[in-house]
Each structure stands twice: as C-alpha cells, then as structure tokens.
C-alpha cells in the first residue's frame, strides 16, 4: 500500500527486525528499487522539506546514508527529519534560506564541523514564478536566479571545497526538462534551468580530476506543489512521482566507480518522446 506520493507508509523498527527473524530490506520501505552501497555516508539535500527533495532524502536516508536537510521551512524539514528516524535512519534539519549566502556558508560550515566531509550534495531547492517576459518583473527575475542558479554555484563551491580535500564526492544537480526545451510563460525559469546545466557542464569538466563526479537530472512533470504552479493545464493523474526522481538519484549513486552519467533526462511517459 502507498500514500498519494507512491511512498509505502513506514512503521518504526519494521525493517531489518532481526527479533522476529524477518528482515525487510529497507529499500522495499519507500519503494525505492536501486540497491546502492551508501551505508555511512553524508548527503546535503537542498530542498528537502517537501515534494521532490523530500524523496529524495526519505530514499538516501533509506540507504543508509546521513541526510542534512535545507530549506526555510523549519516545521517541513523537521517533519522529514522525523519521517526518516521513525524509520531508523539519521537526519539533521538545518533551516536556510538559500537566497541569503550567510545562511550557505553556515550550513556547509555545519556539516564541516559535525561530519568533517560531505560524500553527496543534491542541489535540489528551486522557484518558479511565471508569467509572460514582456510582463516580468526584475525583482522577479533576481528572485528565481538567486535560488535556481546562484544558489546552485555557492553550494557547488562550497561542496567542492570539502570534496576536494577529501579526493572524492558526488554533486547532482535538479535541472528540469526546461533546461533544454521552452515553453511560453516559463523564460526566466527556464533561463535558469539552462544555466544549471551549463554550470553542471563545466564543474564536471573541472571536478574530473579531483575524482569528484558532478550529474544533471532533468524532470518532466512531478507532482509536486511548484508543478501546479508551473503547469495548471496538466492532468495531476500524469505526472511523475517524487519518488522516480529519487531512485534516479538512486541509480546514479549505484553505479560503480567506472561509471560516470552526465545528464539524465526522465519525462513523464504521456510526454513526447525525447
Ligand atoms: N515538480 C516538477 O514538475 C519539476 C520538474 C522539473 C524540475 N523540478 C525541479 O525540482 C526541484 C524541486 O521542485 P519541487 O517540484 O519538489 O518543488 P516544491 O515542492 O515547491 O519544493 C521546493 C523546495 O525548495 C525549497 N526552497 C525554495 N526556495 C528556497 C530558498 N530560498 N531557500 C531554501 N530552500 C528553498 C522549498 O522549501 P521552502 O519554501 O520551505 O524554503 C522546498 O523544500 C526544483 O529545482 C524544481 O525546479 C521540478
């Protein structure tokens, strides 16, 4: 059985409960399907307090792995942050507002001082705010560059620095199917979504030969709060679940290290292909 979200609900200590000889694995939990070797691991989710980011730390913490979650909204951070103890993982919910470079440099000052090393960074938060460009705003415009795009860089950078030292690291960006194509009333949003992946493009270039692997995920339609918003036309019943973004994560964190993915582009499947 699954919630709205396609995520099975969890009872706490219902895996790996040896007492009764039955050990679920935790992967069957959220429904997640990608087996990676994760276990100990620190990851910064940016985003994580709802919709897409909030799958995707629900999956890693699954996994295992640490979670440092990000966003402004304490009670949604916290909220996940519960979510993923109630379920035997480990999360730390850091309020910030990515649009404000202080609040970026405390939180990777905080994962440095308690974890001492950042293994994945998920650039995942993201606005849109839409509307014809004869029409917009540019405090609008500095808006959705501040957190799509800007904030994207100072946590790279940030995540870099740690990762750098530490010889090793994974950094995924969330693009959007926008990062390639355009759709009217989307310009500035869409304009920042290229730019996430012309940033990704290069960093990955860069982080090469610091053993350091740098991907783009472009999404379709997810159902989500920012979709409403973004795409009003569009049936809900359609849409992608957070879920198939965090086992995309999934699958990139699963494969060995001879592998490398750039980019990754996954629609929902009433969509065009390619
Ligand atoms: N849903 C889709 O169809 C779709 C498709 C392609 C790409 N994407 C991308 O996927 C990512 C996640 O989107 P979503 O659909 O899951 O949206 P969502 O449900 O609206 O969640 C967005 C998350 O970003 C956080 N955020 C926004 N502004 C922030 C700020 N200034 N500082 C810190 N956190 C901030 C939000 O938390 P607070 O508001 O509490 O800060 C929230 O946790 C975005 O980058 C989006 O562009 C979504």
Redesign the pocket.
Known sequence: MSDSSGWIPVRPGNFNNTSIGLVIPRRMIYGTTMKADLEGQVALV?????????SISLALANAGVHVVL????VS??EAVGREVRASGGTAAAVP????KEQDIISLFSRVRDVHGKLDILVN?????IFGKLIEFSPADFDKIID??LK?VFLCCQQAMKLMVGAGSGYIIN?????GFKGYPNQSV?TAS?HGVVGLTKSLAAEAQEHNIRVSVI??????????GK?RPDLDRSV?MH?AD?ANTVLYLLSLSDRAAVDQIYVRRRKSSPF
């Open positions: 940016t985003g994580a307090g709802r919709g897409i980011g909030r990000a966003a402004r909204t949604q951070i910030t507002d990515l649009s995942n938060a993201g606005i849109g957190v799509n904030a969330i693009s959007s199917v926008v949003y979504k472009l999404p379709g339609g997810v159902d989500t709060d920012l979709v973004a849409l957070p973004i």
